[in-house]
């Protein structure tokens, strides 16, 4: 497995990464939880090195999988969880990143996780009443503690990177970016450029659309979260079917599969992007690490360019409510 460093002077790690919230969070049927655990472990003998989870997925439930799962690997390996909304006893399920809920997500994630450091501590949603500067001195104060390595932010708009930043530097921004959502471009991988920041793209394959799998007609448990989303609407899985076909040309001559292109798209574009495809399964497992030794010629990045350029990709990725969360 080839490896990256994540933003300037940020821990090198595997260039493909795996998200972990689909193992029991927001996917239907959760899978069984032994076979999970071996998953991640065999992820780990593939090379991966670097794996995402959150507080919020499950909740709690996923963060205590993803410890468990690599307990034996701690010196190995980094593990990304994030903190920002109100749960627990009393919560609200709202957003919630005031200091001392910070404390406490850091506090509880440390045991759940079975680490003494956090590697990686995302803000998962910017929130609106509580500056970001007290944010960033929450997660600098846990650094300076020992119990934090690195802190991130997720969906951040430009602004509030750059508030952050100028308090307590950040190491990565995870947000969503793929061949079918590239918004990121505007001004958010410019300014994580420009700051020596690493960008971790998250529903890298769009969420199963980009492996070609998925067509107008393939149902949705109710407890799937793109039952709901309208990108995932019939006709618009319908419209959307160019992106899918211009991967699979591309696949067709590089001998790859649609997955594979779309993850080598990405790690393409620049030296400090590490996607995490989620997967429950081993073949999709080893699949998405292929991706990491697939090379794309200037040519074929030009002609996924123009290509891309004449598709217009229908339906909003999340409800209006959800949306609106996002690029504060």
């Not at 292929?290 to 990709?313: F, K, S």
């Given at each position: 497995m080839q490896t990256r460093i994540l933003g300037r002077g940020g821990p090198r790690i595997s260039a493909i990464g795996l998200g972990c919230m689909g193992m029991n969070h927001h996917r239907g049927v959760v899978p069984d939880r032994r076979e999970?655990?071996?998953?991640i472990r065999a992820s780990v003998e593939r090379g991966v090195t670097f794996f995402d989870t959150a507080?919020?997925?499950?909740?709690?439930?996923?963060?205590?999988?993803?410890?468990?799962?690599?307990?034996?690997?701690?010196?190995?390996?980094?593990?990304?969880t994030k903190f920002g909304f109100d749960l627990g006893a009393g919560g609200s399920g709202g957003l919630n990143s005031r200091p001392e809920r910070i404390r406490q997500v850091a506090e509880e994630s440390l045991m759940?996780?079975?680490?003494d450091t956090i590697d990686l501590f995302y803000q998962h949603r910017v929130d609106p009443d509580v500056p970001i500067e007290e944010v960033a001195?929450?997660?600098?104060?846990?650094?300076a503690e020992g119990k934090v390595r690195h802190f991130g932010l997720s969906e951040p708009g430009e602004n509030t990177i750059r508030?952050?930043?100028?308090?307590?530097?950040?190491?990565?921004?995870?947000?969503?970016y793929s061949l079918w959502w590239r918004r990121t471009e505007e001004a958010v991988l410019p300014a994580c450029e420009e700051l020596g920041i690493g960008f971790v793209p998250y529903s890298p394959l769009g969420r199963g659309f980009l492996t070609g799998s998925i067509d107008e007609t393939t149902p949705f448990d109710s407890g799937d979260n793109r039952s709901i989303l309208p990108r995932f609407a019939p006709a618009a899985r319908r419209a959307n079917r160019p992106i899918v076909a211009l991967l699979e040309e591309i696949g067709g001559r590089k001998g790859a599969t649609p997955a594979q292109i779309a993850l080598a798209w990405l790690l393409a574009q620049r030296p400090w992007i590490v996607p995490i495809p989620?997967?429950?399964?081993?073949?999709?497992?080893?699949?998405?690490?292929?991706?990491?030794?697939i090379g794309l010629t200037p040519d074929d990045l030009r002609h996924i360019a123009e290509a891309a350029a004449r598709i217009?990709?229908?339906?909003?990725?999340?409800?209006?409510?959800?949306?609106?969360?996002?690029g504060r």
């Amino acid at each position: 497995m080839q490896t990256r460093i994540l933003g300037r002077g940020g821990p090198r790690i595997s260039a493909i990464g795996l998200g972990c919230m689909g193992m029991n969070h927001h996917r239907g049927v959760v899978p069984d939880r032994r076979e999970m655990i071996a998953l991640i472990r065999a992820s780990v003998e593939r090379g991966v090195t670097f794996f995402d989870t959150a507080e919020v997925y499950g909740p709690f439930t996923n963060e205590s999988l993803v410890g468990e799962a690599l307990e034996p690997f701690q010196d190995d390996v980094v593990i990304a969880t994030k903190f920002g909304f109100d749960l627990g006893a009393g919560g609200s399920g709202g957003l919630n990143s005031r200091p001392e809920r910070i404390r406490q997500v850091a506090e509880e994630s440390l045991m759940r996780l079975r680490v003494d450091t956090i590697d990686l501590f995302y803000q998962h949603r910017v929130d609106p009443d509580v500056p970001i500067e007290e944010v960033a001195g929450a997660v600098k104060t846990l650094i300076a503690e020992g119990k934090v390595r690195h802190f991130g932010l997720s969906e951040p708009g430009e602004n509030t990177i750059r508030r952050a930043h100028a308090v307590q530097p950040i190491t990565a921004i995870q947000s969503e970016y793929s061949l079918w959502w590239r918004r990121t471009e505007e001004a958010v991988l410019p300014a994580c450029e420009e700051l020596g920041i690493g960008f971790v793209p998250y529903s890298p394959l769009g969420r199963g659309f980009l492996t070609g799998s998925i067509d107008e007609t393939t149902p949705f448990d109710s407890g799937d979260n793109r039952s709901i989303l309208p990108r995932f609407a019939p006709a618009a899985r319908r419209a959307n079917r160019p992106i899918v076909a211009l991967l699979e040309e591309i696949g067709g001559r590089k001998g790859a599969t649609p997955a594979q292109i779309a993850l080598a798209w990405l790690l393409a574009q620049r030296p400090w992007i590490v996607p995490i495809p989620g997967t429950t399964k081993l073949h999709r497992l080893e699949e998405n690490v292929g991706a990491a030794g697939i090379g794309l010629t200037p040519d074929d990045l030009r002609h996924i360019a123009e290509a891309a350029a004449r598709i217009t990709v229908q339906g909003d990725r999340y409800p209006a409510s959800v949306e609106a969360q996002t690029g504060r």
